[in-house]
């Protein structure tokens, strides 16, 4: 038995839904369904007519607020299990294209699977993608889907029109974010992520010309760099509320990184407005108020992570880094293991050799980091023939342990560009498409 398919004696005021699978009954609590509110059974929940009921089940019997779905009722008590773990587990024995099918039928995202069958299940997912590309539509979708389950993690929302159903001007709202995030959509949509991308180059072309000496001396020309700061920050935070304003859900649009890049590139533009504000009393307290803004300043940099937004291989970076934390982390703990060994080493046989500059295993740690990522500053060497061998050991050491992992992170970054490629190729195909309709009608 599945656990979760017996569920305390209910308690006098809880609210339940009865659930018919193809004759398996269960009885659930609304507290459990609203964990996961985009999931098809949470969004019975926000329903408040008969038609939209029906769009989301098969069949409903107002009188017993029972629910019934023409599905596997074997699959359901996964699903049953989800809900009350919160994690999804491939199925043994079904289909990687039939599981498929029926986590996106009851409204699960790939995010769900839990980390022991998340990387299985995109392999299992991408050779029957590969097998049948050419002929066969049913894995193309599902590898197209699989994908928009990457975007949808990469800007933590969806853009289907279930997503907007039922609230404030959601169709209005659904044509702006679809726009605002699909830059292939039309041309004005088109011309918006040119427009977007255009004054993000020209805001880190005018924070690099800013810090040129020469035009630091020239007062209109700092003049006129901060009127253009200005407007780029109002152009940053009118784009940043737009997307606020017509995201299909709040929550999910604060958890998306690229949506908190977007925060994070305009924030220290206003923070440093009020620490200048503060410090124009010059008072005592606020002594440190000029280091703060310096480094708020800095925080300007964060604009170029904005590039992110319209570029395939940027995203693709990020979500292999996302996905490779068991290597990266591997990698880290190798070199440190390796770094600690050689600087010791080093610190002991160059100790007594009063021109090398080795002599404490701080300066130690700094050589060996430099000579095991292979950079060779130069600024400290060894100088006595056993330092010369152990740095040659601790080069050797360093190229083994960095090529060890690059293997897995560089297949996992090119799974996830060509995810991406497929995307914006079927997206491509779905404009087409649309502006055949179009044009027949």
Request: proline share 3%.
């Amino acid at each position: 038995m599945v656990y979760g398919q017996v569920f305390q004696r209910p308690r006098p005021g809880d609210c339940f839904i009865n659930v018919n699978v193809g004759g398996f009954r269960q009885r659930l609590e609304h507290s459990v369904l609203r964990r996961f509110p985009q999931t098809r059974l949470g969004r019975l929940l926000c329903c408040r007519s008969r038609e939209a009921v029906l769009e989301l089940c098969d069949d409903f019997v107002a009188s017993e607020m029972e629910f019934y779905f023409d599905r596997s009722p074997s699959f359901f008590c996964h699903v049953l299990n989800f809900y009350l773990t919160g994690k999804m587990h491939l199925v043994d024995g079904l289909c990687v294209v039939s599981f498929h099918q029926e986590i996106e039928y009851w409204g699960i995202k790939e995010r769900h699977l839990d980390r022991c069958c998340s990387d299985k299940f995109q392999e299992l997912l991408a050779a029957d993608a590969d097998g049948d590309e050419s002929s066969d539509e049913a894995p193309d979708s599902d590898s197209d889907s699989l994908a928009e389950d990457d975007e949808e993690k990469r800007s933590g929302l969806g853009d289907g029109a279930e997503a907007f159903r039922g609230s404030w001007c959601g169709a209005a709202r659904r044509s702006v974010w679809i726009r605002l995030e699909q830059p292939g959509h039309s041309r004005s949509a088109k011309a918006m992520a040119v427009a977007s991308l255009g004054m993000v180059v020209a805001s880190v072309v005018a924070m690099c010309v800013n810090s040129m000496p020469d035009f630091r001396r020239r007062e209109t020309e700092n003049r006129a760099l901060g009127l253009f700061e200005l407007f780029c920050v109002v152009f940053f935070s009118a784009e940043f509320l737009l997307r606020l304003c017509v995201a299909p859900s709040l929550a999910g649009f604060l958890r998306s990184p690229l949506n908190l890049i977007d925060l994070v590139s305009v924030l220290p533009f206003y923070v440093t407005a009020l620490c200048d504000a503060a410090a124009e009393g010059e008072s005592p307290e606020l002594e440190n108020v000029g280091k703060v803004v310096q480094i708020l300043r800095l925080m300007r940099v964060f604009r170029v992570l904005k590039l992110a937004r319209h570029s395939a291989g940027l995203r693709s970076l990020g979500a292999t880094l996302c996905h490779s934390a068991r290597e990266v982390g591997q990698l880290v703990l190798f070199l440190s293991i390796g770094i600690a060994f050689f600087s010791v080493l080093i610190c002991f046989v160059e100790r007594d050799c009063r021109e090398s500059s080795l002599h404490t295993v701080p300066a130690g740690w700094w050589w060996a980091t430099i000579s095991m990522t292979t950079v060779g500053y130069g600024d400290t060497l060894p100088v006595t023939l056993a330092g010369k061998l152990i740095g040659t050991l601790c080069i050797v050491s360093g190229l083994l342990i960095v090529a060890l992992p690059i293997t897995n992170i560089f297949n996992k970054f090119s799974k996830f560009y060509e995810r991406q490629r497929r995307l914006g190729h079927r997206r491509q195909r779905q404009q087409r498409q649309q502006l055949q309709r179009q044009q027949r009608s």
